[in-house]
């Protein structure tokens, strides 16, 4: 699919197709979207879309591969008067043909997540490496030929508390290089973000994801609230008031990725008017209302089941549809709009921001890693690791690591530091630290506790600084140095319902690198994810 560019309105294009489209495309000017055809405003009227009942324990959750699903709740959609639909999971072996096609007839936008819970940045232990990037880069490939997917989130509640900050870093970073991937696709769909708007780290955040290059901004910001509970609550006694005052002379459109608290049920919705009135309407493009589907949470406004045509709708299903039917914002014209607002300042690294403003992990890199891999002297045997294994290999990388320099994979986000192989996989990290220590214990036996391993007597590589050069997997040319495709950015101070989409794992290995302190910093020595 080939989006079309604004270049004459400064905007950019977030869907158009080769093909003819039923839709017309969405583009992004300033703070705002718009649609492209009738210059009208664009605000996401949507619901987050993803059915859990009814699978089996081996199924991949995707509803946009269950074409009876789809044919059930699409007519559900047009009723509900909706525009758009938020997915989190999806699975890029399957065809997607017959869902999308029934939503683009229905005038239904898709705004899709980019991990999932086994593909995602963990945030207790962030990483970026080809292994997520090229499963990312698979569902990018699987979905570029739909004209209805209208934008992607790159990580959704990554960062949930101060502890939890270093992961922001390695989300940007990913936003970086999707973005590039993106564009040698010739795709220009928005990749953005989502928060879980915690009052500790939000406006570190909101300012973190719109500082620095383009290249390495969110296009959009999306805002995760469950604030506003039961008809007693207001614009002012939700904080729905200070959501929107923090959003004011933003730069990039924001709106509510998920919405609608059930702690009073059934639920009215009564934010409904805010958002789309003159409360929030010219700060705010929308939102999408958390969900669809009745699951244990019990945040549904629909019962239904997997390859099942039957659904029963609850209170909450009229409700919502009363409420968002009669929400009828009225936005500014395309041709009109002029955007203002301030360009943010990244924050400065401080005890409740753990990231530096100016440096991001590098891009990953298959031939920089390979390289490194046939530089060792002492490596793994088998090309992968157990589960058991895994582990037993992580408290060895850990008394290495507690012992000598593992600098070259290791990163402190504070201090914005990088090492040249900390974007390649667990099993390669370790592989670099076992070789490390029997290159420092000059004539020690290559070893690695029970594990099974080898002596190379003459690698393939025998310089491995020769590595950082090799070019990453967006085809760019490596340079020596740590984070070597880190993103430079303007430094400064800043004012300052978890989905399981941003826990998970990148394989079934697992390798947990315990934090080690190098060179007086504390170093997070990574996991593979679980």
Same mark, same amino acid.
């Given at each position: 699919?080939?989006?079309?560019?604004?270049?004459?309105?400064?905007?950019?294009?977030?869907?158009?197709?080769?093909?003819?489209?039923?839709?017309?495309?969405?583009?992004?000017?300033?703070?705002?979207?718009?649609?492209?055809?009738?210059?009208?405003?664009?605000?996401?009227?949507?619901?987050?879309?993803?059915?859990?009942?009814?699978?089996?324990?081996?199924?991949?959750?995707?509803?946009?591969?269950?074409?009876?699903?789809?044919?059930?709740?699409?007519?559900?959609?047009?009723?509900?008067?909706?525009?758009?639909?938020?997915?989190?999971?999806?699975?890029?072996?399957?065809?997607?043909?017959?869902?999308?096609?029934?939503?683009?007839?229905?005038?239904?936008?898709?705004?899709?997540?980019?991990?999932?819970?086994?593909?995602?940045?963990?945030?207790?232990?962030?990483?970026?490496?080809?292994?997520?990037?090229?499963?990312?880069?698979?569902?990018?490939?699987?979905?570029?030929?739909?004209?209805?997917?209208?934008?992607?989130?790159?990580?959704?509640?990554?960062?949930?508390?101060?502890?939890?900050?270093?992961?922001?870093?390695?989300?940007?970073?990913?936003?970086?290089?999707?973005?590039?991937?993106?564009?040698?696709?010739?795709?220009?769909?928005? /990749?953005?973000?989502?928060?879980?708007?915690?009052?500790?780290?939000?406006?570190?955040?909101?300012?973190?994801? =719109?500082?620095?290059?383009?290249?390495?901004?969110?296009?959009?910001?999306?805002? =995760?609230?469950?604030?506003?509970?039961?008809?007693?609550?207001?614009?002012?006694?939700?904080?729905?008031?200070?959501?929107?005052?923090?959003?004011?002379?933003?730069?990039?459109?924001?709106?509510?990725?998920?919405?609608?608290?059930?702690?009073?049920?059934?639920?009215?919705?009564?934010?409904?008017?805010?958002?789309?009135?003159?409360?929030?309407?010219?700060?705010?493009?929308?939102?999408?209302?958390?969900?669809?589907?009745?699951?244990?949470?019990?945040?549904?406004?629909?019962?239904?089941?997997?390859?099942?045509?039957?659904?029963?709708?609850? @209170?909450?299903?009229? =409700?919502?549809?009363?409420?968002?039917?009669?929400?009828?914002?009225?936005?500014?014209?395309?041709?009109?709009?002029?955007?203002?607002?301030?360009?943010?300042?990244?924050?400065?690294?401080?005890?409740?921001?753990?990231?530096?403003?100016?440096?991001?992990?590098?891009?990953?890199?298959?031939?920089?890693?390979?390289?490194?891999?046939?530089?060792?002297?002492?490596?793994?045997?088998?090309?992968?690791?157990?589960?058991?294994?895994?582990?037993? /290999?992580?408290?060895?990388?850990?008394?290495?690591?507690?012992?000598?320099?593992?600098?070259?994979?290791?990163?402190?986000?504070?201090?914005?530091?990088?090492?040249?192989?900390?974007?390649?996989?667990?099993?390669?990290?370790?592989?670099?630290?076992?070789?490390?220590?029997?290159?420092?214990?000059?004539?020690?036996?290559?070893?690695?506790? @029970?594990?099974?391993?080898?002596?190379?007597?003459?690698?393939?590589?025998?310089?491995?600084?020769?590595?950082?050069?090799?070019?990453?997997?967006?085809?760019?040319?490596?340079?020596?140095?740590?984070?070597?495709?880190?993103?430079?950015?303007?430094?400064?101070?800043?004012?300052?319902?978890?989905?399981?989409?941003?826990?998970?794992?990148?394989?079934?290995?697992?390798?947990?690198?315990?934090?080690?302190? /190098?060179?007086?910093?504390?170093?997070?020595?990574?996991?593979?994810?679980?």
């Amino acid at each position: 699919m080939k989006f079309a560019s604004l270049a004459t309105t400064g905007a950019v294009a977030l869907c158009a197709s080769t093909l003819v489209a039923a839709l017309d495309p969405i583009v992004i000017k300033g703070s705002k979207f718009f649609n492209e055809k009738t210059g009208e405003q664009f605000f996401f009227k949507g619901v987050a879309y993803q059915p859990r009942s009814g699978l089996s324990g081996n199924d991949n959750p995707d509803p946009l591969a269950d074409t009876a699903g789809c044919k059930r709740d699409v007519a559900m959609f047009k009723e509900l008067g909706i525009n758009s639909i938020r997915v989190y999971e999806v699975d890029y072996n399957k065809s997607h043909d017959d869902c999308m096609k029934m939503l683009e007839d229905a005038g239904i936008y898709v705004l899709l997540d980019m991990p999932s819970p086994k593909y995602s940045i963990n945030r207790a232990e962030p990483h970026w490496d080809h292994e997520l990037m090229s499963h990312w880069q698979a569902k990018v490939d699987a979905f570029a030929g739909y004209s209805n997917v209208v934008a992607w989130i790159a990580g959704n509640e990554v960062a949930n508390d101060v502890d939890t900050t270093p992961s922001a870093a390695f989300v940007k970073a990913a936003i970086r290089d999707m973005k590039a991937y993106l564009k040698t696709k010739k795709l220009s769909t928005p /990749v953005g973000y989502a928060d879980n708007d915690d009052p500790k780290i939000r406006m570190n955040l909101i300012n973190y994801f =719109n500082c620095g290059d383009e290249e390495t901004r969110a296009d959009f910001y999306g805002i =995760n609230t469950y604030r506003w509970c039961g008809d007693k609550a207001d614009f002012e006694s939700s904080g729905y008031s200070d959501i929107t005052k923090n959003m004011t002379d933003y730069t990039i459109p924001s709106l509510l990725t998920e919405y609608g608290c059930n702690l009073v049920r059934p639920r009215t919705f009564s934010e409904i008017k805010s958002l789309y009135g003159k409360d929030m309407m010219d700060i705010f493009s929308g939102g999408i209302m958390y969900e669809y589907s009745e699951e244990d949470n019990e945040y549904g406004i629909v019962k239904v089941s997997y390859g099942n045509s039957k659904a029963e709708k609850n @209170d909450d299903y009229d =409700n919502f549809k009363n409420a968002l039917q009669a929400a009828k914002p009225k936005g500014v014209k395309l041709n009109d709009y002029k955007p203002s607002g301030k360009d943010s300042v990244c924050p400065k690294a401080s005890r409740d921001w753990k990231v530096a403003p100016d440096t991001l992990s590098p891009t990953p890199s298959v031939d920089r890693c390979q390289c490194m891999m046939d530089s060792l002297g002492c490596t793994f045997k088998n090309s992968n690791l157990t589960a058991s294994e895994g582990k037993a /290999v992580g408290e060895i990388i850990g008394n290495i690591c507690g012992q000598t320099s593992c600098d070259e994979i290791s990163y402190d986000t504070s201090k914005g530091e990088y090492g040249d192989f900390v974007a390649c996989d667990a099993q390669q990290r370790a592989a670099w630290a076992i070789n490390k220590s029997f290159e420092d214990q000059k004539g020690a036996k290559c070893s690695a506790g @029970d594990i099974d391993v080898k002596t190379v007597d003459s690698p393939k590589q025998d310089d491995v600084t020769k590595c950082v050069d090799k070019k990453d997997d967006n085809g760019n040319d490596g340079t020596s140095g740590g984070g070597s495709n880190s993103n430079k950015t303007d430094g400064g101070d800043s004012e300052g319902k978890d989905n399981d989409d941003d826990t998970g794992s990148a394989s079934a290995l697992a390798i947990h690198f315990p934090t080690t302190v /190098v060179a007086g910093a504390v170093v997070a020595l990574l996991a593979c994810l679980a």
